[in-house]
Each structure stands twice: as structure tokens, then as C-alpha cells.
T-cell receptor, first 111, second 116 residues
Framework: GNSVTQMEGPVTLSEEAFLTINCTYT??????LFWYVQYPGEGLQLLLK?????DKGSNKGFEATYRKETTSFHLEKGSVQVSDSAVYFC??????????FGSGTRLLVRP | GAVVSQHPSWVICKSGTSVKIECRSL??????MFWYRQFPKQSLMLMAT?????????EQGVEKDKFLINHASLTLSTLTVTSAHPEDSSFYIC????????????FGPGTRLTVL
């Protein structure tokens, strides 16, 4: 079946550090892939997405590339800010439009 | 982007009472909506798929008589937690698919339910 695996958190970084959050998936076919972000006490916000192999999704300085060869969709940002502190979820959508989520990775950015 | 709202944002109720949570798509129509439950510091657990004009589809292990879902129109789905108990306390989030391929889901801000 479809599944998503994310690196365990929390990830603690200093401001302006480089961020990578690993995400790998198992799926039938080539589903669309997503990164969602959840700030404390809030719902999820779509951060970026990629719909096919080699697509790069980007938003607010975050990027992720759909890698078919390695079945990965790692999230990166060159210089994190304190305001990026949140929980990040990697996800794929199955044929029924259901989202399959990873376990989430908490990011804490210190000033 | 598409906007999904939820109401109320938080609710406290007594054990044994029922609570209704609304999920609305504000600027698009949604024949399908999804209801999730999230425990503290955990991922989202899909509870059910709400279908406009037909019965909801529940995930394995979710009590359909406990969590009543009604998709009244193309912009509104409701989740009613019946005879709530403290173990039902959780963060409930809805979502609706939109976008050209319908594969992007937009989430409501969530409803925090506390059952005393």
C-alpha cells in the first residue's frame, strides 16, 4: 500500500541555518506529493507540491523535488527563520484523493 | 488559494452531550470533504470521507454511529460527535480537494473539542 516516511524530529536549528527534512514514499504509480505546514494550534497549510517526476515545488524559500529514482521528496530551505518553527508533514494523494501523511517533523528555530 | 472554514474553532462540552462541527468551502464547491482527528504531537488520522448527496465512508475502526457526518450541500459538511466522552477530546480538522486535478486539499483551521 501507499505510505510516507519522514525523518524523526524534533529538528532544532539556529536562525539562518540550512534545513533538510527527509521524506520518502511508497506508492503505486506516480502520485502527487505535498508538503504541509502546521503552526501551533492551527490547521494545515499547503506549503508546496509536485505533481510528476522531476517537478520542483517551491514556496516561501522552501523547495522539494519529486525524485522518482529514489522515491523521495525532501524539503529544503537555505536559511531558516524563527517564524519557520512549526510541524511539517509530507504527504501523497492516492487514487481516491485521500491524503497519506507522514508522521510529521517538528522544526524549532532558535534566534 | 481555496479557503476552508470550520466552526466553532473550539468547544467545551459535558460528557454525554453532542457537538456539531461545521466545515465550509468558502470559494469553491466540494462534492467530497475529509474529516481528520489529530492527537497532541501526532499526525492526522483520517476518520471519514464525506460525500455530497450520499453516505459518508468511514475508515476502519471509526464508529459511524458515534461520529455522524452529513454533507448537506456542495459547500458544507458537518461532523456530529454524539454522546461525547472525555476520550473524544481531540483536534478535529476537515479538508476539501480543489485545484485543476482535484488532488490538492485545503484544510480548515481545526476545531478543538474538550469533553469534561
Amino acid at each position: 500500500g501507499n505510505s510516507v516516511t519522514q525523518m524523526e524530529g524534533p529538528v532544532t536549528l539556529s536562525e539562518e541555518a540550512f534545513l533538510t527534512i527527509n521524506c520518502t514514499y511508497t506508492a503505486t504509480g506516480y502520485p502527487s506529493l505535498f508538503w504541509y505546514v502546521q503552526y501551533p494550534g492551527e490547521g494545515l497549510q499547503l506549503l508546496l507540491k509536485a505533481t510528476k517526476a522531476d517537478d520542483k515545488g517551491s514556496n516561501k524559500g522552501f523547495e522539494a523535488t519529486y525524485r522518482k529514482e529514489t522515491t523521495s521528496f525532501h524539503l529544503e530551505k537555505g536559511s531558516v527563520q524563527v517564524s519557520d518553527s512549526a510541524v511539517y508533514f509530507c504527504a501523497l494523494v492516492d487514487s481516491s484523493y485521500k491524503l497519506i501523511f507522514g508522521s510529521g517533523t517538528r522544526l524549532l528555530v532558535r534566534p | 488559494g481555496a479557503v476552508v472554514s470550520q466552526h466553532p474553532s473550539w468547544v467545551i462540552c459535558k460528557s454525554g452531550t453532542s457537538v456539531k462541527i461545521e466545515c465550509r468551502s468558502l470559494d469553491f464547491q466540494a462534492t467530497t470533504m475529509f474529516w481528520y482527528r489529530q492527537f497532541p504531537k501526532q499526525s492526522l488520522m483520517l476518520m471519514a470521507t464525506s460525500n455530497e448527496g450520499s453516505k459518508a465512508t468511514y475508515e476502519q475502526g471509526v464508529e459511524k454511529d458515534k461520529f455522524l457526518i452529513n454533507h448537506a450541500s456542495l459547500t458544507l459538511s458537518t461532523l456530529t460527535v454524539t454522546s461525547a466522552h472525555p476520550e473524544d477530546s481531540s483536534f478535529y480538522i476537515c479538508s476539501a480537494p480543489s485545484g485543476l486535478a482535484g488532488d490538492t486539499q485545503y484544510f480548515g483551521p481545526g476545531t478543538r473539542l474538550t469533553v469534561l
